[in-house]
């Protein structure tokens, strides 16, 4: 998705619009699956509404804090940075006593903050925009809110039925913002393509694709597969866009993805699953 959103963004298409129509596309698809195969059906009220919020306020955020990013840096470091969120929601989950501290959690923290570093300290060379990372570094850290509150809200939702509203609530958040400020759509006709990229390869497909893996093989063996997201991500940029990331990035990199690994690695004691509470989100990271 960071690709196509590069690739978008050189046909002239503003954050703004590429928010728009992603979640506009995304959620009157996945809307119309949801209902096709009765996942909105008995649906309460208040689940409802819950799912519309988590779009309208979290993910809508979250999207946005990414998407700014990726227009100022280079895919392969917003990639990386977002993928601190498990890491974040460990240490979200410990905080609000819902699960308990180990060595190996301490341990996954303190290698991801390494790697973090390594990566940061190497893009520091040449120009180093801050607002740009400080965006990037913001989306994970509100997708970590936007998984612990939902965690405690939708645990009954079935997932589609949940995404599909998700998707709509975010959709709603910048047709408002769109009406208030005005979406310019007058870019270049292959920007049209990028933005259908987007929208329904790299967020629904990529969804619907998480969901039936996730049926085959659990959710933490499709958890664990999950990090070869920002493995993609890099090699992607690299060969679309030559961005290339140092030795000291790489090995960065590398830490977190291992924290990563870490975190996610399923346990001898059973505990809440993370893909359980955000499998629509996991497809988006996308973020």
Known sequence: MAVFGKLAYDAGVAVDALL???????????????????????????????GLGMGVFGYAAQSGLYFSALARIDASLVALLLYLYPVLVMVGAIALRREHASRRRIGALAVALVGIGLVLSGAMTGRFDWLGVLLALGAPIVYTCYILVGDSLTADVQPLALTALVCTGAFGTFLVLGLFRGTDLTFAPIGWLWLAAVALISTVAAILFFFAGMARVGPSVASILSIFEPVVTVVAAALVFGEHLSAVQWLGGALVLSAVLIVQWPRRQSLPELSRTSPEATADLAV
Not at 22 to 47: K, V
């Open 20 to 50: 728009l129509v992603r979640f506009g596309l995304a959620g009157a698809l996945l809307l119309a699956l949801a209902l096709a195969r009765g996942s909105l059906r008995n649906l309460h009220r208040r689940a409802v509404l819950t």
